[in-house]
């Protein structure tokens, strides 16, 4: 890349951040047409030029330039005057390097820019109104603390929230959920009329708008549009809030991992403890079957207080389905998959271990537990949410292979004794 474009591409950054201050990595660089990685070496450049441009956490970009580069005898100019400044720059560099055809922002750009200033700054003010899809729902777990097939919770501002629920779940809603105000509406729950329960509560305050979840079910946002309530999803509803771990949800990330690769390990263990007959791995004088593994592996998770209903263990040839979570006897001598993904009962951290196992010309016990070790995040960086690894495990053998391997390792070591 010449230095004409390069420089058309730094300015470039400059003026995104200037135009929309508190951007992400991911969204600044989308604004500037540069991968997240390029745009870190651009930031650093910049910041070897004298612009102190910096980001906190690895998120937010904080506008916080010097244009006057690092002299700092020159009178400060104000801050039109310097953006005024920046963006002439900007436009005679991109003319130059050819990118705007007329010294001119790229269309593009300009496009971001107007529908940047075009949206409306109380957006983020308005009330978030979510209503879960299943008991599943991310969105509603996060702004809660509770799981919950069927409720609805509004959020006015910080502080200011309610759950409504029903009479069935309000003791358990009491105990759990983070609401400062927990009600039940027994109408509601009957009649699935949750969305008309909401236009009314926003309506009662004077509130004619509300933000919802992505997640929600059409049929809801029909009815709350229906009743009167400009209802806009909010694709990025808590993006921002959950990218930042607290210190309680790293551990509980952490205690997620640490159950799903003892759950592997055991998985592991039994098949490497079965013997073969008829081609198929057999344990405790029976066939070693998929749901065997998903039994001992449950087992061993409801211990350490987790639980994964959907994991998959699954054996040749069928796993080469996606997603099939496995069914029947375990084949020798033939790939297992294992995806354990627990979640816990009193928090919303999930972890995956999803290992793709093979045959191996070992069969050692101690070999078996090296490659099994459990992951322990390093001190000097934060736990990792979905690590996946790939190891090989031992899988029992007939007697006569093990005979065989026996005979050729011999044979190795006398080979060897004359030479």
Known sequence: MNRARRLARLL??????????????????????????????DLNQLRELGYEVAYTSGYEVQEKLNFEGRSSARAPKRAYEQQLELLQAVAQAVGGAGLGGDGTLPKAMRARGRASRSKPTHVKSRPIVLIPSSDADADFIYATGFAVETGLYIRFSDGDDMLITSPLEIERARIQSRASKVLEDRDAYVHRAWARLAARILR?????????????????????????????????????ERRRKSPAEAEAIQASQRA???????VVRQLAGASINDGVLWAEGRPLTSERLYARAQLLLGEMGFTCPDMIIAGSPDNALP??????????????????????????????????WARSPTNSGACMRRRCRPWTPPSNRSARVFPRRRFTAPFARSSSTAATARRRRASKVRTACRR
């Open 204 to 240: 009662e305050r004077g509130i004619d708008e509300a933000r919802v979840s992505p997640r929600m079910h059409a049929v809801q946002l029909e009815d709350l549009r229906a009743s009167g309530i400009a209802a806009e999803v909010d694709r990025e509803l808590f993006l921002a």
């Open 12 to 41: 470039n950054v400059l003026a995104a951040i200037i135009a929309e201050p508190g951007l992400n990595p991911l969204e600044l660089a989308e604004r500037a047409g540069v991968s997240e990685r390029t745009l870190r070496r």
């Open 260 to 266: 799903a690769e003892a759950a592997v390990v055991e």
């Open 323 to 356: 997603h099939f979570r496995g069914q029947g006897p375990i084949r020798a001598g033939a790939p297992v998959i294992i995806d354990i993904f627990p979640a816990a009962a009193t928090t919303t951290a999930t972890s995956h271990a999803r290992w793709w």
